[in-house]
């Protein structure tokens, strides 16, 4: 990362957030409620520009969450870094939005659950030593007792909607209370941090043609692929 202020935005949850990062300092915010994100993303992106007295102008790079979360909010945040780094050809990174969770929840050994519906979760877990990270479970889909079968190491701490959604099967698992999204600091604050974190980035060379990591089709592709019996027409998936 360059001594420019980069931006980071994260929508794959109900709780969308943004966050600036300038020299040492960053500067976020949060809102709740997925019907939200896409009236309040901009306005999101120009408090936090106000906050930390900038203009888009000055912003030298953008970090977005890459998912696995829901689908509409993905979109609605990839289409936001899109269009600002448009104009100027900026660059754009992808970090996970799940090791973003991870990361903001403070803890060495956390695993971070999204509600995907249908009784599973978008699941993974990581372990934090200093400035490095490993992915012990990468993300996937799981139920949590299957989730719970690949972790070799019962976690620290379980985070996310899925984790609240199914907090009896957590508590069981881990014996402590799962933690929730609105609990954790901004996200988007910890994609900025991890952009130095080795291996926790992939940088996006054509904008125009990348898509986030969705975690699975969205429930219209389902049912029309259902329906008609073959893949939808560039799907991305």
């Not at 993905?74 to 090791?99: D, F, M, T, V, Y």
């Amino acid at each position: 990362m360059r001594n420019d202020p980069w931006l980071a935005i994260d929508t794959a949850t109900d709780v969308a957030s943004v966050a600036v990062r300038v020299r040492e300092q960053t500067f976020a915010r949060s809102i709740r409620g997925a019907r939200q994100h896409a009236a309040q993303i901009v306005l999101l992106v120009q408090e936090v520009l106000g906050l930390a007295q900038l203009s888009l102008t000055q912003i030298g790079g953008v970090i977005v969450g890459d998912g696995p979360g829901g689908f509409t909010g993905l979109r609605i945040g990839w289409a936001a870094a899109k269009g600002l780094i448009q104009e100027r050809q900026l660059p754009l990174i992808a970090i996970p939005s799940l090791l973003g969770a991870a990361h903001a929840a403070g803890v060495k050994n956390v695993a971070v659950c999204y509600d995907a519906l249908r009784g599973q979760v978008f699941g993974a877990i990581y372990a934090f030593d200093g400035d490095e990270v490993k992915t012990l479970v990468a993300p996937d889909l799981f139920t949590i007792p299957t989730l719970a079968v690949r972790a070799r190491t019962r976690p620290d701490l379980v985070v996310g909607d899925g984790a609240e959604r199914y907090s009896e099967t957590v508590v069981a698992w881990t014996g402590r209370a799962p933690v929730g999204i609105a609990a954790l600091p901004p996200i988007a604050g910890s994609l900025l941090a991890l952009f130095s974190f080795d291996g926790a980035r992939r940088a996006i060379e054509d904008p125009r043609a990348v898509e986030p990591v969705y975690g699975r089709p969205a429930e219209a592709q389902v049912k029309w692929e259902a329906r008609y019996g073959r893949p939808l027409p560039n799907s991305s998936r």
